[in-house]
T-cell receptor, first 113, second 111 residues
């Protein structure tokens, strides 16, 4: 069966510090991978998605970047965090073809102070 | 772009029925999903509709009308554990099978 791992679960970082959130998927190959952010009490905003190694699509201009160095690894990064980067970050995967939804990781709650 | 609307909050009584509506405007519609999200947790899959009609899964049912750009999620025999946010999401025919989410409906079940 497929599983998705996301870490860390919580993170408190000062403004201006770097960020690296990691997500890995097991039990499948060539998944579509996604990073979403959810502000408190709000819906999910798609930040990045990837359909293959090294292929990253950005949905909104921002202070963040993403990379996919391996087939089942997706990394969200920032060189200098802003207060507005605080939120609940969710990684998700889906199959490329067919009528499949997403399976989400457990999320990372980031607080920038 | 896509526009997905759902009510912000609903309150219902334990044992009752609640219907959460979702309207959407999108091009390249390729399916509608409902997710449940408890506070502080990741969303979990509830239902999927791609054709018009009703899909029933235990106490939860989801309906879709593609011509009206409308869906609803029906929760029956409400239990306290059903207190959560319910997210409507639309998939479009485009690279990456992206899902666009509505803002979510927070359902509070009272005893």
């Amino acid at each position: 069966s497929q599983t998705i791992h996301q870490w860390p679960a919580t993170l408190v970082q000062p403004v201006g510090s770097p960020l690296s959130l990691e997500c890995t998927v097991e039990g499948t190959s060539n998944p579509n991978l996604y990073w979403y952010r959810q502000a408190a009490g709000r819906g999910l905003q798609l930040l990045f998605y990837s359909v293959g190694i090294g292929q990253i699509s950005s949905e909104v201009p921002q202070n963040l970047s993403a990379s996919r160095p391996q087939d089942r690894q997706f990394i969200l990064s920032s060189k200098k965090l802003l207060l507005s980067d605080s939120g609940f970050y969710l990684c998700a995967w889906s199959r490329d073809r067919g009528h499949y939804g997403y399976t989400f990781g457990s999320g990372t709650r980031l607080t920038v102070v | 772009g896509q526009n997905i609307d759902q009510p912000t909050e609903m309150t219902a009584t334990e044992g009752a029925i609640v219907q959460i509506n979702c309207t959407y405007q999108t091009s390249g519609f390729n399916g509608l999903f409902w997710y449940q999200q408890h506070a502080g947790e990741a969303p979990t899959f509830l239902s999927y509709n791609v054709l018009d009609g009703l899909e029933e899964k235990g106490r939860f049912s989801s309906f879709l009308s593609r011509s009206k750009g409308y869906s609803y999620l029906l929760l029956k025999e409400l239990q306290m554990k059903d207190s959560a946010s319910y997210l409507c999401a639309v998939k479009i025919k485009a690279a990456g099978n992206k899902l666009t989410f509505g803002g979510g409906t927070r359902v509070l079940v009272k005893p």
